[in-house]
């Protein structure tokens, strides 16, 4: 117990954090460089960022750290083998992957509105890009003007995002009357929608080329440079999840925020203390799917080819899983869902699947075609899920409450007398 | 003077009339009591004040103008603010930021000065923290800022309301049973806070209360409901002889023996 302890207080100690750090990214990063193809070694160096979140440095410290691990450490040493691309396709699909969940996070996390479409909002965002930079536009604007460029993929960025948020409020406008199990069912009803229209609207006039998808997407282009493979879409997508986070962090210690869990724990107390339920739901259910847009204009520049069997149910109910799995309203543990659940599914299942597979091959197991190990993953992924929530029910990283500092706040307060007067009249900024 | 009036208010429930034509004038500046047994109407009378509810019939005004069909929201801006009889915090956030939620009409700052976080915005965040903290001094919660709030006693949740209210700086400020579920002590402190809101924050206060010795101490004015209509108004001392009050109080034999303790 004591030697525990010993342990405990070193490891509080700063500069040993910080060598121990150090030594855990250099040793992964090596490994990952070196050895052909490590799953594990890759996994630990993205681990590393997890094990930062858990450092006691300061926050600033962390920031920077996490900057160079993701745009320098992680970049650089998955380039050394084989497996590059690979690893950089896992990671990218992670990023996507962890901005659509923070998206849905501040939808059912923070507004606690259930939402069993989002997928939809991607789909949004992907068609937006796809359908203008391949010649699919033609066919209902005139001048042969398209496919636009790949220069015009950053612009579509931000379109997507805009575009996604604009359905995000066309669908809240009717939908928000309704709560709890009812608006599940309708934004489920939603996402279907959407998907199936895609699906049709080829005719009468051709738009979203339906069943058939959009091909030969236009990639993105930056002054010459073309992006095509994933090790440059990395950089892509880590930069619009830097800005996704840090706007979901601001956003959550806000008067934005509040309201949003304000209305997630009793609408009517919100109601009564001036917050307007439809509009506060509104903007939650559009900064929730602008995320998702932007994330599905890189997807389609990244594909170069859509359609509409990417966007199904089961992609919105993989989303909220990963929301609820890393801790509903914790930006922490979303992101660690997201990326967990994204890693299992791409990695370490299809890993596992293969192993076993290479094993059946040789002839070392044998394993009953019902068993076949492709059939496994799914059954493991769902085993993996029930222990989660069994053993850690409020999620991997629970939602904490920002603490504030009561000495600081005194010692700093301004000398006015007693805020707490009568209001004025016109005073109350009436909530335009 | 007049601050809140309401006219032939009517509010029905399907075949139930839960508020039944009720007339009354809440002077400004004074505390008014609504009292009445179990089921009287009096939660429906302060959520159709509110908003919550639309009245099916009669008038509202708030100093003069009418609040009818304003939206909930919109009625707390017009400077009236609530607690409510089940109490309706917000559990999981800290008890800081329950009183923040309450300054929502009060902070300017919008979407792109969050993102942005300009001075202006950073002093706005702090000063509503710092006006937050005074409240929570005021109703003698501070020390609890960061608890959860639902993790606070009965007494102490129901102080939180009061606070979270304040922070809206309302004209008028409904109670809904602000003492049940206090113990005695916690009961004497209420009786001297609300007091201290009244006599040096100048807001009206209208409260519904079973506790008599809390009511007759308070209230300037009360206002005696049953089965949704008004049945007596009048000072203290008038409705503690009141034969129509004792009579729905405690029957009708006991009317003819007297006084309500
Ligand atoms: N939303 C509602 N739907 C239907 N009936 C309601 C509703 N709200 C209240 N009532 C009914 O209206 C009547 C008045 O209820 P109300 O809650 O206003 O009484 P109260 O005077 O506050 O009683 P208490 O002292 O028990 O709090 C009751 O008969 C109640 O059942
Ligand atoms: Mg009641």
Redesign the pocket.
Known sequence: MNFMDKWKTKLQHLPTQASIYTLFVVVTALSVYFLDKSVVAFLLLLGSLLLLYFTSFKNSVKWAVGGILLFIVIPFATSGGLAHESYMEVATQCGIYIAMALGLNIVVGFAGLLDLGFVAFFAIGAYTYAIFATPQANNFISGQLFPLSGSSFWLFILIGGFVAALFGVLLGLPVLRVKGDYLAIVTLGFGEIIRIIFNNMEKPINITNGAMGLSSIQPPNLFGLKFTFPHQFYFIVVGILVIVIFTVRRLEHSKMGRSWKAIRENEIAAQSMGIPLIRTKLTAFAVGASFSGMMGVVFAAKQTFIDPTSFTLLESITILVMVILGGMGSVPGVILGAALVTILNLQVLTELTNWLNQLTMNGTISIPNALSPSKMQRFIFGAILVCIAIFRPNGLIVAKNRKVDAEQLKAERSHTPVPVGQSTGQSGGVAK | MTILKVAKLVKR??G?T?VDGVDFAFPKGKISAVI?P????????FNVITGIYKPDEGEIELDGKSIVNVKPHLITSRGIARTF?NIRLFGSMTVLENVMVGMHIHLKTGLFGTLLRLPRNRAEEKRSQEEAYRLLEYVGLESLLNEQANSLSYGAQRRLEIARALATRPKVLLLD?PAAGMNPRETVDLIGLIKRIRQELEITIIL?E?DMRLVMELSDHILV?DY?TKIAEGIPEEIRTNPRVIEAYLGKSAAQQGVIS
């Open positions: 429930f399907g139930l839960a009445g179990n089921g009287a109407g009096k939660t429906t009378f009889q049973e519904i079973h409901l949704g």
